[in-house]
């Protein structure tokens, strides 16, 4: 053992040197990237100070600041009744939609059975077509189920995508077969297994596909707004495009809009952002 | 749910008395829980997304026009199409496309992730930062983007004058205005990729880098012989969802409906936005279907190339 | 209206959970059978589904006596302009209050109604608005598409005599009358008195060629402002913004019957080759801020350009978005030896000849817009003047809006005595010649294609669509 750290000793100062700086530059680096990431987003901030004759001038920073976007935005329409259904919608969505997911991947990837990738196959065939190309005929078969204008009309079908089962399956795919084999040889079921062996270590995953699914249903504006015509169902986005005119839109208003919406998925990304990065627990390996 | 699944364990722990007849075996039940397990998302994907599918592919033999009109036209559609300019040129677009964004976003997603997967100060916020483009709708990144990019007053240009460099315009330039638009299209989702990225991370034991570090091996040596490898699932995943995503998605519709509609001079005219285009502007349904069909069976053949040469997907490590 | 498919899922996921209790003789047979109930089960709501998808009488049904209809547009309720809004809401309401059949505002986001798919995924399911509002391109596809009820029926001759010829023939086929305009816009070019003054440029520097204009506007191009704008994304506007200089110089989209192609003429060329020699001089921007060329608030208020090709509507634009702000307007520009031209624009009402009470919504739009009583002739009047800025589509209500003063000030009065009159309807043209003509304009403007080239690929295309094409003629 001794050879290889010879080996580094050697590296001599200049690597001793590189391997302290290595992080600070990294931070830096980081640092920088991450702002440039965000600066873009600056002029979204901005205009929402604006006043409207304001918001395409050349000057960034506002000559006249002002609140009443914000103001106009909350007052104009119930925001905050659309806010709390767009909540209700995507929150409902995702706690479905993680629970059928993670048991769907867990099967594909984790037990065998007859048809096993056939069925994954038929299953991811169904990623091949997005919403603008199916609309018609889903349109159709939800009013054919009685769910037009109606919270079940813009949940149900929302839930039933293939991403999360492919990505689910990909997870557990890679989880150490021994964790599996110990849980059966104690005799537990499947869904014992799913529920007390593999949740607790997909958290990483779920965390992710909780954000992802969240976010997306919150901003969610084709099919809530071809499944609802009622008002009181609208979701947040539908509600600033109604700020949009045929010609001339309140883009400081929409910009308003929009930076409230963008809060409560950021908070729900730094919150779980941590379970991102949480290693699959390997006691009880060795 | 719960009852029917319990009873194989219970059937399992109870002796062979009141049953008379063999005991399930546990390839059955495994299989039986399988189904079990799946049937949910089964049912439902097959009423809400393949049952619509199946209509709307069908369409491809009709002529529909969208008020109630429906002429059967065997495949007069899919001739058109192939003596199509226009969706000739959607299909090398949607090429150049898919070539540029697909590595784009798996070397930034990856790169972002390794940056952020080691504990630094306020490395939640940078993790944060990369995730914000994704966050904000994309009526804001459209307009906030077109802001960056116009002509003259741009930031972009402004910046570029700034330093005595003659400026583009970057969305109103047929020969630039893909770019452009890839441009913004990874900023907008590499956070995303990161984020899928950063939890294939976790999924790799701590003790093959400890192991690599006493070994001696450097970063890169690292990163080639133990993460990228060990990514493999992930990886698999990502390639394959980008692409779809990038040739059906509504990741490359809905920016291209927003920012550009098309032009200029239908140079970011994707395949998904010229069938979007027949069918709710020009009320061409079947024609629309036909070309989504076509896409759809090319993709699936993607798909089963790419599944039959990494085995379905899984990925067996030593 | 139950669906079939419902009581069959409930009953197989009742039924395949039998009790695990009772002894049963087979055990892996019970199992298998459960499992097959339960694929059985989701066989017959599959088939259940589909059929009920296919079969046209659960699409079209009829309901037997209507209790409202619904009127889809983008102003209400709960719209981006407030008068709009309020525009329409008193006027359903009016009607409300005295009909049994009453009609329902439905407010769809203006993107989305006009670019978007709620309209059609409504109308390709079946359960299309009862009433609605089109633009004049759109008119081919929906009269094509056999949804539009003749509304002359409903109508008094003296009313049909009082809206304008120029106005209403791209809304006529077979001298019926399928539209019912609220509003004219007819297109000019604005100017920023700053800009101008900064230029050391006056009244008199107005052009009034297409030469003139772009000498102005070198001048007036500078670091962070262009001399003029006209609309560069592709798209029903962009085509309507660009007729004028077609027709200026005698071209036209088709011959005035409507079945052959005219658009490979010189007078084709040179509008194509203006638009590009105007980007090619560096003049005009190649893409604009704000919500697009339409948008003066965006553009012209925020020191883009200078001067800014565009409609009526601007004047209420500046008037609520720029206060304060002092332009100009004046005709666009004519080529040498050309006529001066503008194109109307303008949103109307249609009723949907497949919707649940076609005579009743037909009566509601004649009963808006067209008719010859006071309430009608002053709503157009309110309309045009008060929550909007538009010229009006009838004779009488032009009058009437003229005495209130609506035409006195600036741009108004140079929209009403110059540019109305010089103005032809926006052409109706099914979407494949509006893209024959778009990919011609964008090839040119932007692309830098050589203008005859284009105008004859676009005549081709144009002709040999048409050589296809059986609907209402193209105007």
């Given amino acids: ?90 929150g409902t969505i995702t ?35 997005s919403l603008p190309v199916i609309i018609v005929p889903l349109f159709i078969l939800v009013r054919q189920m009685g769910m037009v204008n109606s919270y079940a009309g813009l949940i149900i079908p929302a839930i039933f995508n293939a991403f999360g089962i492919f990505l689910l399956r990909q997870f557990y795919i890679a989880i150490p077969q021994e964790l599996q084999e110990a849980a059966v040889i104690d005799g537990a079921s499947y869904f014992r297994i799913y529920w007390s062996v593999m949740l607790p270590l997909s958290r990483p995953i779920l965390a992710a596909l909780a954000v992802f699914f969240f976010l997306a249903n919150w901003n969610a504006f084709i099919w809530p707004l071809t499944i609802t015509n009622d008002r009181n169902l609208w979701v947040v986005q539908i509600a600033i495009a109604s700020f949009h005119q045929q010609y001339s839109s309140s883009w400081n208003y929409i910009m308003a809009g929009s930076a409230i919406v963008a809060l409560p998925t950021l908070l729900l990304f730094f919150i779980f952002q941590r379970q991102l990065v949480e290693s699959i627990k390997t006691s009880g390996l060795k | 749910m719960r009852t029917s699944l319990d009873a194989p364990s219970k059937v399992e722990k109870r002796p062979a008395m009141g049953r008379s007849g063999p005991r399930l075996k546990r390839s059955q039940r495994e299989a039986l829980a399988a189904y079990l397990f799946i049937l949910p998302d089964a049912l439902g994907l097959a009423i809400f997304v393949a049952l619509p599918m199946l209509f709307s592919l069908s369409l491809g033999f009709f002529s529909v026009n969208g008020f109630g009109g429906f002429r059967f036209v065997g495949l007069a559609n899919y001739q058109r199409m192939l003596i199509d300019p226009l969706f000739r040129q959607s299909l090398w677009v949607t ?160 920016l291209i409906y927003i920012m550009t509609r098309g032009g200029p001079a239908n140079s970011t005219s994707l395949v998904i936005f010229y069938i979007y285009q027949q069918a709710f502007q020009f009320n061409n349904y079947g024609y629309a279907a036909a070309m989504a069909s076509f896409l759809v069976l090319i993709l699936l053949i993607v798909t089963f190339i790419l599944f039959a040469v990494t085995k379905g997907g899984r990925f067996h490590f030593t | ?31 298998i059978t459960r499992r097959e109930l339960l694929i059985g089960g ?64 439905l407010y769809v986001p203006n993107q989305e109604y006009m670019n978007g798919s709620k309209l059609q995924t409504a109308f390709a399911s079946g359960q299309g608005p009862d009433i609605f509002i089109i633009s004049p391109g759109d008119f081919l596809r929906y009269y094509n598409g056999g949804v539009l009820v003749d509304l002359s029926q409903y109508m008094e001759d003296a009313a049909k005599k009082d809206f304008f010829e120029n106005v209403m023939e791209t809304r006529i086929v077979d001298g019926k009358i399928y539209g019912l305009p609220m509003e004219v816009e007819p297109m000019a070019m604005y100017y920023s008195h700053k ?79 203006f638009w590009q ?115 009006s589509p009838r004779k009488s209500a032009l009058d009437k809006a003229t005495q209130l003063g609506g035409y006195n000030d600036g741009p108004m009065k140079v929209f009403k005595d110059d540019v109305f009159p010089t103005g032809r309807g926006e052409p109706r043209v099914p979407p494949e010649v509006y893209k024959a003509v778009s990919d011609a304009i964008q090839a040119c403007q932007l692309g830098g294609a050589n203008p005859e080239q284009q105008a004859a690929d676009a005549s081709q295309n144009i002709d040999s669509f048409l050589a296809g094409y059986s609907g209402a003629p193209l105007k």
């Fill in chain 3, 195 to 273: 800009a101008f003054s900064e230029a050391k440029l006056s009244e008199a520097d107005i052009p009034k060629t297409w030469d003139q204009l772009i000498e102005v506007s070198k001048k007036l191009t500078k670091k962070n402002q262009f001399g003029c704008l006209f609309e560069t994304g592709p798209g029903y506007y962009q085509n309507f913004t660009w007729y004028p200089f077609l027709w200026q110089g005698g071209g036209d989209t088709v011959t005035p019957e409507g079945n052959k192609s005219a658009f490979n003429s010189p007078g084709t060329a040179q509008a194509l080759k």
């Fill in chain 2, 95 to 254: 090429f150049v496309y898919v070539l540029v964004l697909v590595p784009a976003l798996y070397v930034t997603g990856l790169g972002l992730a390794l940056l952020v997967n080691r504990p630094m100060p306020f490395v939640g916020v940078f993790r944060s930062m990369f995730f914000v483009p994704n966050v904000v709708s994309l009526v804001v990144v459209a307009l906030t983007w077109q802001v960056m990019l116009v002509d003259k007053v741009g930031f972009i240009n402004r910046l570029f004058e700034f330093f005595g460099l003659s400026g583009y315009s970057w969305l109103g330039d047929p020969n630039i205005t893909l770019y452009s638009i890839l441009f913004v299209t990874v900023w907008f989702l590499m956070g995303y990729y990161m984020i899928i990225f950063l939890s294939g991370l976790q999924e790799i034991p701590r003790e093959y880098y400890d192991a690599a570090r006493i070994d001696g091996a450097g970063p890169a040596a690292t990163f080639f012989q133990i993460t990228l490898p060990l990514l493999r699932p992930t990886s698999f995943f990502v390639l394959l969802v980008s692409l779809v995503s990038a040739v059906a998605g509504s990741q490359a519709f809905d």
């Fill in chain 3, 42 to 105: 989701g066989k017959v709501a599959v088939v259940a589904a589909v059929s009920s998808l296919f079969s046209p009488f659960n699409i079209y049904v009829k309901a037997a006596t209507p209790k409202s209809l619904s009127f889809w547009q983008f102003y209400g309720p709960g719209g981006g302009s407030k008068m709009q809004d309020q525009w329409f809401q008193d006027m359903v309401k009016s009607w409300n209050s005295s009909r049994d059949v009453k009609v329902e505002l």
């Fill in chain 1, 1 to 90: 053992m001794t050879e290889p750290t010879a080996q580094i000793q050697a590296g001599g100062p200049s690597r001793n040197v590189f391997r302290r700086l290595g992080p600070i530059l990294l931070f830096c680096f980081t640092a920088v990237l991450a702002v440039l990431t965000v600066s873009p987003l600056l002029w979204m901030i901005c205009a929402s100070l604006k006043p409207g004759d304001e918001t395409f001038s050349p000057n960034m920073l506002p000559q006249h600041w002002t609140l009443e976007n914000f103001q106009y935005v909350f007052t104009a329409s119930p925001f905050w009744r659309y806010m709390l259904n767009s909540f209700f919608v995507a």
């Fill in chain 3, 1 to 31: 209206m139950k669906p079939s498919s419902q009581p069959e899922v409930t009953s197989s996921v009742v039924s395949s959970v039998p009790s695990t209790e009772t002894p049963v003789p087979d055990s892996s047979l019970s199992r």
């Fill in chain 1, 95 to 129: 706690v479905i939609a993680l629970w059928f997911h993670s048991m769907a991947g867990f099967a594909l990837a984790r037990l065998k059975f007859p048809g096993r990738e056939l069925i994954f196959l038929i299953i991811f065939s169904t990623f091949l077509v």
């Fill in chain 3, 277 to 391: 020699d105007t980007i090619k001089q560096n003049v005009a921007p190649r893409n604009e801020l704000g919500g697009g060329g339409g948008d003066v608030v965006g553009n012209m208020v925020s020191g883009y350009c200078a001067i800014q090709n565009l409609g009526i509507w601007g004047v209420s634009a500046l008037r609520e978005g720029a206060k304060g702000f002092e332009y100009g307007v004046f005709p666009c520009p004519t080529p040498p030896n050309g006529k001066p031209k503008s194109v109307l624009g303008g949103w109307s009402f249609v009723a949907n000849a497949k919707g649940k009470d076609p005579e009743t919504a037909a009566k509601f739009c004649v009963w808006a817009l067209g008719s010859m009583s006071d309430d009608s002739i002053g709503r157009v009047v309110d309309w045009c003047i008060k929550a909007k800025s538009d010229i």
